[in-house]
């Protein structure tokens, strides 16, 4: 009767089974074109001689093309698994932002650089990660306004941001070395009342994933529980907010993937990614994903739709994680 019962629970899997068989196809395929682009590249190094500069330029940017084909086959998924942590660079204080444009061509490697969590002016921007971890080639912007908080993102060319000792949110446009526009949080918390569990000013956090521009902070009104609410980047009016239900100061940091918050328990050694709510369900849930904190002591951690990476700064140290995903795929 046991064994008839636990038939009757695996039953509703059969379909699901059935879809995995046509995704693994799929996943087949994408497998072999991988395999050819990567065959073409070597082509390519062993033929490097034979060809100029743009040349070689304008096929390297077919393959970017064709790979970025691939990735688009594969949708928006849900969080899995994060890898072990990537030290690129040990510099700053102990808090601090660091970050890539959300939304440009992958040529642009620029690397944008934040130390302190308050009354900051000063944006380093370098040429390339690898100019970012020498330490040299870089320009500097002095915001109009100063920062609060570390929950920076730069987006499509323009950085945005909570302004010092207020809850307005900035975007400064960095070809241009101006704001574009400024605009006020109504009810958002600001000044140490809302921050995450290490404090900071951290009251307002922006991010960018697969749908956009978000703004995480809190109010009175929603009692220092999580607003997640979706921002137009050109206005910064506010579209539509979502209350999470999840306590703000008990929240280590979180990032958005795919229209969903994550939520770390804390943000010293022995951290995990411990509660998701779902914006496009209205719902959450309860997670169990680790979460590596090397060096115990994170003030920043954001998420990267274009490069699939959560950047961190973690005590000093600037660190990726690559992210696993469960995939829908786009047939």
Request: proline share 3%; glycine share 8%; aromatic share 12%.
């Amino acid at each position: 009767q046991d064994l008839k019962e636990k038939m009757r629970e695996l039953l509703p899997l059969l379909p699901v089974l059935e879809q995995y068989k046509a995704d693994s196809r799929l996943i087949v395929h994408l497998k072999d074109e991988v395999r050819n682009l990567s065959g073409i590249l070597l082509a390519i190094q062993e033929e490097m001689g034979a060809y100029d500069y743009e040349e070689l330029q304008q096929r390297v940017l077919l393959l970017e093309a064709r790979l970025h084909a691939c990735l688009q086959k594969l949708g928006c998924g849900k969080l899995t698994g994060v890898s072990n942590p990537i030290t690129i660079r040990a510099s700053g204080s102990r808090f601090g932002s660091w970050m890539t444009d959300t939304m440009t061509p992958s040529a642009d490697t620029r690397v944008w650089y934040m130390d302190g969590y308050y009354k900051g002016r000063r944006v380093l921007e370098f040429r390339s990660l690898t100019d970012f971890v020498s330490g040299q080639n870089f320009v500097q912007h002095l915001l109009p306004h100063p920062w609060a908080g570390t929950g920076h993102v730069v987006f499509n060319g323009s950085l945005y941001y909570n302004k010092f000792q207020s809850n307005v949110a900035v975007r400064y446009h960095f070809r241009s070395r101006s704001v574009l526009v400024q605009r006020s949080l109504a009810g958002a918390g600001y000044n140490n009342t809302f921050p995450y569990s290490w404090g900071g000013f951290s009251d307002i956090d922006f991010m960018v994933d697969e749908n956009g521009l978000w703004a995480v902070y809190t109010t009175n009104q929603n009692a220092g529980n999580i607003v997640v609410s979706r921002v137009d980047p050109l206005t910064l009016e506010v579209l539509r907010s979502w209350d999470t239900g999840y306590p703000k100061r008990s929240a280590g940091e979180s990032f958005m993937i795919c229209g969903i918050l994550y939520v770390t328990n804390s943000h010293l050694a022995g951290a995990k990614i411990y509660f998701a709510y779902h914006t496009n369900t209205s719902s959450y849930e309860y997670t169990d994903i680790p979460f590596h904190n090397q060096y115990s002591h994170i003030s920043m951690l954001d998420y990267n739709p274009r490069e699939r990476v959560l950047y961190t700064w973690n005590n000093g140290h600037q660190v990726i994680y690559n992210v696993t995903l469960f995939h829908v795929i786009n047939t």
